[in-house]
């Protein structure tokens, strides 16, 4: 794929505001910003700012008010509810700040289950999860809950958990955000290792200006708007 004339997302005057019975909050108006294949892009902002409520619409689980939105070369607007569907299975992997794994599932099997998702056979669910956790350096905690597992340890299922449907991109919401330093690097360093072996791309909302240095890009949301400051 040639990176320069491919796109994985593209934002058109994208505007978002959250309607609520005594007021209109705006978060952010009139955006434009395209992500290519293989990036790593830092979203920087205040508290409040918005990264969240931009990652929820780039992935799917939420929709942005105005504007045109492009994802794999696909018109947002022109999707059915399926299709929709299809893409967040298939090609998005979410990270939550918080991991949100299945708290009465193992290690192993938080993995496999986006996988029965898809209808995809058990043996070979099985199969992947355990590759994935080995590529993770986790398969001494297979049969761990998640509260049986370190901060650090929970943080890297969710990115397995992200990576079983082996998705064109990764979003990731504060990954780090409870995290020590070292663990902080550590994930850092997982993803920044996906994303520099496969094509995905990698948008990591994040408070910390010391891995934001580390990407590709930096963007800032400010004032309702993005700014791009690398
Ligand atoms: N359902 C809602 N109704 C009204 N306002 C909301 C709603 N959800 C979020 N907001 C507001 O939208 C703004 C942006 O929230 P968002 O969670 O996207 O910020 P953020 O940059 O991710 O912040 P943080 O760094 O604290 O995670 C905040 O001011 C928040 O109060
Ligand atoms: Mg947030």
Not at 16 to 34: A, C, D, M, P, R
Not at 186 to 212: D, M, R, V, W, Y
Request: proline letters at 3%; a positive charge; aromatic letters at 8%.
């Amino acid at each position: 794929m040639n990176k320069k004339f491919s796109k994985y997302l593209e934002l058109f005057d994208v505007s978002y505001h959250y309607q609520t019975k005594l007021e209109n909050v705006e978060i952010f108006k009139n955006l434009n910003l395209s992500i290519y294949p293989g990036e790593m892009v830092a979203l920087l902002g205040p508290s409040g700012s918005g990264k969240s409520t931009l990652l929820n619409c780039i992935g799917l689980l939420d929709k942005f008010v105005s504007g045109d939105y492009r994802i794999l070369n696909k018109e947002y607007s022109l999707l059915s509810e399926s299709e929709i569907t299809n893409i967040r299975l298939n090609d998005i992997g979410f990270i939550f700040q918080n991991h949100r794994l299945f708290p009465e599932f193992s290690a192993l099997e938080n993995i496999i289950i986006p996988s029965l998702i898809k209808k995809i056979p058990f043996d070979q669910a099985k199969k992947k999860a355990l590759q994935i956790l080995t590529y993770l350096n986790l398969d001494h905690r297979l049969n761990h809950r998640p509260a049986k597992l370190s901060g650090g340890e929970s943080q890297r299922v969710a990115i397995g958990r992200a990576l079983s449907n082996n998705p064109k991109f990764i979003l990731a919401d504060e990954p780090t955000g409870n995290l020590d330093k070292e663990n902080t690097l550590l994930i850092f360093n997982i993803l920044k290792k996906i994303t520099s072996e496969t094509e995905k791309s990698c948008i990591i909302a994040t408070h910390n200006n010391f891995i934001a240095e580390k990407m590709d890009r930096i963007l800032l949301i400010e004032n309702r708007n993005i700014k791009i400051l690398k």
